[in-house]
């Protein structure tokens, strides 16, 4: 090897041995940085981005085994402002895609001015927002209404805070409920619950999303746990309705300051009326042969919703025997409610309920020949489609004609007689 080419393989090998010890060196500086600095899990923190001089919630979500076996992942949203927390919430879910929902939505609520703020006012429980709209709503509420509210008042539901509940809560809940009721009650409890919800925030500015119960009721309904109201076409027979007369009139005999059920179930049969607007009846409601029925039912309008309606010669007879200037029947709808109840169970025919006399009375009038028009200004109905289910007909004629529960309507009514 010559001379020049001596000097090239040394020079090589120097370079070599120089990057050698360089890369060795960088080694050992790069463990020696990773012995002195810890380690960090990916999860499990909430990282805080500055953004147009605002604070950006990041959220993250934990993974954490349940003692069933089955995961759960709560999502959390930390807010710090100049280093200080600010603002914290989280919530579990048992789905991971669920939780990424619900911080986007959340991130997003918090953006928005004054974001922060109102997830920071004070909570209310769901039965905290159903007491104030039952106290609130000058219209008043009807007895069922009230009774399935302060029933989801004491409920695991109602101890909720108002602004956490999500549908699958209330799909829970419905579920819950299901195994003791019908479908078709807890279809009532939610409709009566949405009531409540969709008033929350506009009304009262509570943190409620109306969209939440109306996923929630779309989730039901698909599952089967709700359910359409099956129409009834229970109607009394003269037997039955003779036995639930008798059983009256012999507990009126021996109190005879009870509730004169032997006057309201055959007004209540011949007027076509509910239990509520017969009870509803004042004097001068009434001008001969008319009647004005106050707060009628009718779907989407009850209060205020008052209707002129005709009175058959029946129930105008009974009405003629009370002399009163203020309410003809001055009773509690629990009150006769419970006594048509307690008889029905008591004579074995807990089938047959109060509003089945309506159905009866209407489809009386069309077995006597009435037509649709003149029977629609007895019973109030505004429509052909809501009258035809009443409107099932069994013989013509009056089957009621002679009826003897009818005069013993009249003489008992004579004794209820007040002048305010």
């Known amino acids: 090897m010559g001379a020049m080419q001596k000097r090239r393989a040394l020079k090589s090998l120097d370079n070599s041995r120089s990057a050698g ?17 810890p380690t960090f899990p990916a999860v499990g923190y909430t990282n805080v981005v500055p953004h147009g001089g605002n604070v950006v919630p990041m959220g993250t979500i934990i993974a954490r085994k349940r003692k069933d076996g089955s995961t759960g992942y709560t999502a959390q949203i930390v807010i ?7 603002h914290r919430e989280s919530q579990t879910f048992d789905r991971k895609q669920a939780a990424n929902i619900w911080i986007g939505k959340r991130e997003a609520a918090l ?31 009807g007895r069922t209404k009230a009774q399935v509210l302060k029933a989801i008042q004491t409920s695991e539901l109602g101890e909720m805070d108002a602004a956490k509940i999500q549908s699958h809560d209330i799909v ?5 409920l299901g195994e003791t009721v019908k479908p078709q009650t807890v279809a009532n409890y939610l409709s009566h619950l949405q009531a409540v919800m969709t008033m929350a925030r506009p009304t009262w500015g509570y943190d409620v999303s109306p969209e939440v119960m109306r996923d929630a009721f779309n989730s039901a309904r698909r599952m089967g746990y709700t359910a359409k109201s099956n129409k009834r076409e229970v109607r009394p027979s003269l037997d039955e309705l003779d036995a639930f007369l008798s059983h009256f009139a012999d507990r009126e005999a ?59 010669d029946e129930a105008a007879a009974i009405l003629d025997a009370i002399e009163t200037d203020g309410r003809y029947f001055p009773y509690g709808e629990d009150a006769v409610g419970a006594n048509f109840t307690r008889a029905g169970k008591l004579l074995g025919l807990e089938h047959i ?39 099932h007909i069994r013989e013509a004629g009056d089957k009621f004609e002679n009826w003897k529960w009818l005069p013993v309507a009249i003489d008992r009514a004579k004794r209820l007689s007040r002048l305010d």
């Open 21 to 37: 010890v360089s890369a060795d060196t960088d080694t050992s500086r790069s463990r020696l940085i990773s012995r002195r600095l």
């Open 80 to 86: 710090k402002r100049g280093g200080r927390i600010v």
């Open 111 to 141: 953006k928005e001015d004054g974001g922060v703020e109102r997830a920071q006012r004070p909570t209310s429980t769901l039965s905290d927002i159903i007491k104030r709209y039952i106290e609130e709503d000058r219209r008043g509420i």
């Open 172 to 176: 829970a809940y419905a579920r819950k």
């Open 254 to 312: 021996r109190r005879p300051g009870m509730v004169p059920m032997t006057v309201l179930v055959p007004f209540a049969l011949f007027s076509t009326r509910r239990m509520g607007e017969v009870l509803r009846i004042e004097a001068k409601d009434r001008d001969g042969k008319r009647l004005l029925v106050r707060d009628m039912k009718n779907p989407g309008e009850k209060r205020g919703n008052d209707v002129w309606v005709d009175l058959p």
């Open 353 to 391: 309920n109060f509003h089945d006399l309506r159905h009866e009375g209407v489809s009386r009038l069309f077995e006597m020949g009435w037509n649709i028009p003149n029977v629609a200004k007895v019973s109030g109905h505004r429509s052909w489609a809501s009258l035809q289910r009443y409107s």
